[in-house]
């Protein structure tokens, strides 16, 4: 699966942005698809994470209630609604897709990540 994050950008705290992660290859609606964001200098952190079907999704617990993730399973493609954003959302946001939610949190839990995007919050 090849996978390609899009959507970052600069914005004011408060605002909102929306990331988008197309993927082309393998069949992509069968993979749990997940987002993380890597600050300068730390470690990537789980952002959150869909289902194959998109029933359920799963967040971190400093976005839970201001982002929600989203895929059209019709166009490859998952997406991360980021609202309310906060100077300390600044981070790269990288897409990634895994076999199980089971290992949701975890960036060995998947297999394949998009390039990144930067999203850059000013307060």
């Known amino acids: 699966v090849q996978l390609q994050a899009s959507g970052g950008g600069l914005v004011q705290a408060g605002g909102a942005l929306r990331l988008s992660c197309a993927a082309s290859?393998?069949?992509?609606?069968?993979?749990?698809m997940g987002w993380f964001g890597q600050a300068p200098g730390k470690e990537r952190e789980f952002v959150g994470a869909i289902t194959s079907s998109g029933y359920s999704a799963y967040y971190g617990d400093s976005v839970r209630g201001r982002f929600t993730i989203s895929r059209d399973n019709a166009k490859n493609t998952v997406y991360l609604q980021m609202n309310s954003l906060k100077p300390e959302d600044t981070a790269v946001y990288y897409c990634?897709?895994?076999?199980?939610?089971?290992?949701?949190?975890?960036?060995?839990?998947?297999?394949?990540w998009g390039q990144g995007t930067l999203v850059t919050v000013s307060s």
């Open positions: 990634a897709a895994g076999p199980t939610i089971a290992s949701r949190g975890t960036p060995a839990g998947y297999d394949y």
């Open positions: 290859g393998r069949t992509f609606s069968g993979y749990v």
